[in-house]
């Protein structure tokens, strides 16, 4: 698939009209990260914004004691980081490839010059972005104002809703992710994890396999996190 078919696919671009897409293609390339590659480091200089053709990406930060938190898991149409091209700021979070990962990638300076010579593209993109930023608020607002039993719950929720796949009334999440990595998203211990899930496991809600997770009954899920 050429850039430019795949460029109309990004929600940031979903405004522009062919010829501006065209002059983004230009600037546009194409990258594979294989499974566990690091894409970009924390605090390193930003350089380029990327977007997800296929695969899945974590997005995490380290705290001083080199503990793992989880910002996100961006999927396919998602861009990274969230700051986008219009701040100076470094990367705000690591990001690594959970799978094989296939990207399209914009340089920053060539993105800021093609803006320069065309104005109505970063207008239609900075609309965009304002919209997305509303999103994200009220997403953590939503999780955090939860307890550790409903940030578990919601985060599994959310899982099902951009990864899984529904087959009779089951939910499967195709996500290879360890009850640490589960923890580190949430905010919460390994060990504490560990007594939800079996919790889950033991009320026939939930139960997991080596390469994921499955939701058995989603509406007691929604039930058990309001607890």
Partial sequence: MRNGDCLQQVPLFRDLNRQELARVEEITM???FRKKTTIFMEGSEKEAVFFIQDGLVKAYKTDEEGHEQIVSLLQTGDMFPHTGFFTQ????????????????????????????????????????????????????????????HGRIAFFLLQLADKHGEVNDSRVYIELPMTHQELANAIGSSRETVNRLVNQLKKQRILDTHRSGIIILDKDALKRWGEQ
Avoid: C, N, W
């Fill in 30 to 32: 194409h990258r594979l």
């Fill in 89 to 148: 700021t470094p990367y705000p979070a690591t990001t690594e490839a959970l799978v094989d990962t296939h990207v399209l990638t914009i340089p920053v300076h060539a993105f800021e010059q093609l803006i320069l010579s065309m104005p109505s593209i970063a207008i239609k993109v900075i609309d965009v972005m304002g919209a997305k930023i509303r999103e994200l608020q009220q997403k953590l607002q939503q999780f955090t104002g939860h307890d550790v």
